[in-house]
């Protein structure tokens, strides 16, 4: 049975170009970081170029300064170390994005830290001065952590809240079964933890009902726009606020290794308070939630329910509960 | 219940908490009777793997009696004795029908962040991490067991705890490590590490043939557990360089296959410990490879390299040139535990192996923390902990 679609728009979801806006999220758009990493960024490197320009031209002056010895091998050391900090410092200045070198830098810092404390087991000539060297070589890897963690958070791409997700799963199990399951949408559920049910109201009419934030729900009405048997279902949001178009497609893994899900979704946050909701919903990390929501399907196909831990309860939130006993069991 | 939890690196403490409950049809309740301190509880404990929170239950080597099951059970039941893999399997999908169990692909309701540091996520363990599964662990008075008919095996009248316990991880551990080295006759077998693992490793490299067995360690008490208990020969690696006394041990040959029962925090001598050591003391790097390093070095050409020792995350300085132009193998994986219970059990029963060789310590599951910091600092020539809750 295949239906016609009502709207205008093309079934398939990947069909239609993204919207390049940014959102309300970006968050490049909110915080005015990166410019005093960037500046950070330079005097290390400056600072590492002038380090090695030292170590390679005055090995046994270095030495002294941090309290070694200034035998043979520990010329040999210092010039190595000499090189590589005027690559770092180099790549860092040269480059127009230098976390990579950053993180060169705090690989350095640890070989100084180490070759200081080799030093200073073996006996240094001056240990109180090795000491305020190891000192100020931890307080600049410090430094240098923090600022190729800094300069690395501010160059991640910007999260737009309109975003379509792509994500596949393989299930040990037939095709016939994964589609009866999916095609008798009151059983999403079960598989997707922020709809709260969804109520079949025709051949092809559904109306769905989502999890919102303090107690509060979002209501819209599906169709479905394509359906073949045991291969494909795909649906669109009508009328209503709330954009949204999804399909899966379900297609035999090779060597009897079950069957491939395919998902496709796209979500178009509508404005105002429901779009900033949107994006908290679907926003924060579209991808993950969809690949969540295949996995649970994965589980309910081929153990017969959603896995639990004491520690998952939460979903996908860094900041889990205890992996122990809950007081009372959470509902699902 | 008391359980004993995690509270910061180098400390836990023993806690009253809820007891569990059933959350899923294919779980069981186990009321443990006795429950044992591994040497990976020890990277959870010194802070070395991600994902660890206060008021985690650690554990993952427990047994004891099955007091209620989930209505989805078909084969554990109430009154039975039994002891719990450690990985958790469901038994249904891909990995489990290929008896990979600890990749099960159901087990860790966490996947999403192991995946996000291993691109894929391994089974859900029990008290180890919120990336392993977040699952409560089993050093504490009961634990929920999920797919119990997967995960457990009932011990047959007449065994006591302690010559069963050892199922539920380090002795099919140590004999997945022993035999991923296929063993040939004539075939000598280097192991790093004589803890609990590497002595089961070396015990079980004999089960499976192998001609001559090497352990390396430092702490003089376990190569003498090792010599002693396993008969095998011994090199103290702060005593002896190890490759040199390989070689002359074995012709020059090297030995046929080498076993890394140690894992991320490992010990050494040498200037390379020391960065790794500073690295991964700076998040750097989050495990110490030089008993890996050290084991491939040594390894004969067309050898096997097989790592059972724990490894959480990255690792520099790793010698591929040796691997690639020596047509080195290395077989790996977290130990496939539900695929060895019964064979080794029945090895057990047979009096082929008496598993209570390593126990130096028993206690009460109140003296958990204080028998943590014993394990750790190797005190009181400590190899394995049995704890009775
Ligand atoms: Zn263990
Ligand atoms: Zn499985």
Known sequence: MTTTHLSPRPAYP????????????????????????????????????????????APRGIARLIGARGDHADETILRLVGLQEVACGIGILATRKPTGWLWARVAGDAVHLSLLSGAMAS????????????????????????????????????????????????????????????????????????????????????????????????????????????QLIGWESVGGRVDTRGSVRFAPAPGGRGTEVHVRMWVDPPGGALGLWFAWLFGESPDQQVSDDLR????VMETGEVVLSSGGFDGTHIAQRPAQPPGSIPAR | ???????????????????????NDQDAIVRITSTAICGSDLHLYNGFIPTVEPGDIFGHEFMGEVVEVGKGTRKVKKGDRVVVAFPIACGSCYQCGRQMYSCCENSNPNAWIAEKLMGHSPAGVFGYSHMMGGFAGGQAEYARVPFADVGTIKVPDGMTDEQVLFLSDIFPTGYMGAEMCDIKPGDVIAVWGCGPVGLFAMASAYLLGAERVIGI???????????????????????????????????????????DAVGMEAHGSTAMFLVDRVKQGLMLEN???????????????GGTVSVVGVYSGLIDKFPMGSVMNRSLRIMTGQCHVQRYMKPLLERIRKGEIDPTFLITHRANLDDAPAMYRTFRDKQDECIKVVLKP
């Open chain 2, 217 to 259: 360690d430092r702490v003089e008490a376990r190569l003498r557990v090792a010599r002693e208990k396993v008969k095998a020969e011994t090199i103290n690696y702060e005593e002896h360089d190890v490759y040199r006394t390989l070689m002359e041990m074995t012709g020059g040959r090297g030995p046929d296959s080498v076993i």
């Open chain 2, 1 to 23: 219940m008391r359980a004993n939890t995690f509270v910061s690196p180098g400390k836990t403490r023993v806690e009253r908490v809820p007891d569990p409950k059933i959350l």
């Open chain 1, 123 to 230: 006996g240094p000539e001056d240990p109180n001065r090795m000491a305020a060297a190891t000192a100020a070589i931890a307080g600049i890897t410090v430094l240098d952590a923090g600022n190729a963690l800094q300069l690395g958070r501010s160059r991640r791409p910007a999260r737009r809240a309109a975003s379509e997700v792509i994500k596949s799963v393989t299930i040990n199990r037939p095709a016939e079964e994964l589609y009866r399951f999916w095609r008798d949408f009151r059983n999403l559920p079960r598989i997707m933890s922020h709809l709260e049910s969804v109520e079949v109201e025709g051949e092809t009419r559904s109306r769905w009902t989502a999890k919102a934030p303090a107690g509060m729900t979002v209501q819209w009405d599906a169709e479905i726009t394509k359906d073949v048997p045991n």
């Open chain 1, 296 to 299: 649970h399907f994965k589980q």
């Open chain 2, 287 to 301: 495990d110490r490879p030089n008993v890996l390093r050290d084991a491939i070095m040594c390894c004969r050409s």
């Open chain 1, 14 to 57: 990947g069909s239609r170009q993204l919207p390049r806006s940014r959102s309300a999220i970006d968050p490049e758009a909110v915080s005015g970081r990166g410019d005093g990493g960037e500046r950070l960024a330079k005097a290390l490197g400056w600072f590492s170029i002038g380090l090695g320009l030292a170590s390679l031209a």
